[in-house]
């Protein structure tokens, strides 16, 4: 894993579960970071452990939703290493609920975040990385759109909007600059504190107490996609619990 020393990666929804395991295992690696979220608290406490475990840090207060904080972003980490190695586009929420019930409102919320979040990331990166001629895009994405069930179908949408557009990215590209989607299976983190929904609240949360992985495990995911040669792109990775259906 040696060709992650001294990279710069982004990584939005750093503040919590898988974003903070990812920061935390490429910092260990010799990635110099640059975090964002929305949770300052939280963000700010990352970077303090980072720098205290000899790693280098820097937290940005950002909001995906809002495609201005992504180039802002993107740009503090040139403006502060030098350059943009990886962007991993990690915010997300979920809100689920059948589709009949019109959660107008959560379905919105996904949209924004799941996925127009990531094209924001996307557009705040590609120029620096077409400038540098090299840099790596890593979307974390989910199981969910790999099995439809009742009760995720719009998370599930904005999952595989996400999972279409990762794979149209990797064709488009010349190879300078390289695509990976990972999406990962029941995960013991704090992701299901929003759900409005108690029973989906409940059944998530039970899934997670009793099947879910340790976030590290997409953490060494990430970090085994970055590490790659220049020349070789993993292009779709799955990580989940071994007894999940």
């Known amino acids: 894993?040696?060709?992650s020393k001294g990279k710069t990666v982004a990584i939005t929804g750093a503040s919590a579960g898988i974003g903070r395991a990812i920061a935390l295992k490429l910092a260990e690696s010799g990635a110099?970071?640059?975090?964002?979220?929305?949770?300052?608290?939280?963000?700010?406490?990352l970077v303090a452990e980072i720098k205290t475990a000899g790693g280098e840090a820097i937290g940005i207060e950002i909001d995906v939703t809002n495609k201005a904080d992504l180039v802002r972003f993107a740009a503090t980490a040139v403006d502060?290493?030098?350059?943009?190695?990886?962007f991993v586009n990690n915010a997300g929420i979920s809100q689920l609920s059948r589709i009949d019930e019109l959660d107008i409102e959560g379905w919105e919320e996904m949209i924004d975040v799941n996925l127009k979040g990531?094209?924001?990331?996307?557009?705040?990166?590609v120029?620096?990385?077409?400038?540098?001629?090299?840099?790596?895009?890593?979307n974390i994405i989910s199981t969910a759109g790999l099995k439809i069930v009742p009760m995720m179908g719009v998370y599930a949408g904005t999952k595989n909007a996400v999972r279409t557009i990762t794979e149209a990215f990797r064709q488009e590209?010349?190879?300078?600059?390289?695509?990976?989607?990972?999406?990962p299976g029941f995960v013991k983190t704090d992701f299901a504190e929003n759900i409005k929904n108690?029973?989906?609240?409940?059944?998530v949360m039970n899934g997670m107490?009793?099947?879910?992985?340790?976030?590290?495990?997409?953490?060494?995911?990430?970090?085994?996609?970055i590490s790659q040669p220049a020349d070789i792109e993993i292009g779709d990775l799955v990580i989940r619990p071994s007894k999940q259906n």
Do not use: C, W
């Open 1 to 3: 894993m040696e060709n």
């Open 32 to 45: 110099r970071l640059v975090v964002g979220a929305r949770n300052t608290v939280k963000l700010n406490a």
């Open 80 to 86: 502060h290493y030098g350059r943009l190695d990886v």
């Open 118 to 125: 990531v094209l924001y990331g996307m557009a705040a990166a």
């Open 127 to 138: 120029p620096i990385f077409k400038s540098q001629q090299s840099g790596h895009i890593v």
């Open 173 to 183: 590209s010349d190879g300078s600059i390289r695509i990976t989607g990972i999406s």
């Open 198 to 203: 108690e029973e989906m609240k409940t059944m």
């Open 209 to 225: 107490e009793e099947m879910g992985i340790n976030p590290a495990a997409i953490a060494d995911a990430v970090l085994y996609a």
